[in-house]
């Protein structure tokens, strides 16, 4: 995992625990790529900024 993202192979449901790199309590966007294509997704850092 670096800083500009990482690749995850596989099919069905997945928890990302990041590096604490971002703001504790921050509002991200996040880009998701795949065979259909990509979308965005809100999500917020945890207390740690993971």
């Known amino acids: 995992m670096t800083k500009k993202g990482f ?3 596989g099919s069905g449901k997945v ?3 990041t590096a604490p790199w ?4 921050g509002k991200y966007q996040v880009k998701i790529k795949g065979d259909r294509g990509a979308k ?3 999500t917020r850092a945890d207390d ?3």
């Open 7 to 9: 690749k995850l192979q």
């Open 40 to 42: 965005v997704v809100k």
């Open 48 to 50: 740690e900024g993971r």
């Open 22 to 25: 971002f703001k504790p309590n």
């Open 15 to 17: 928890d990302v625990q």
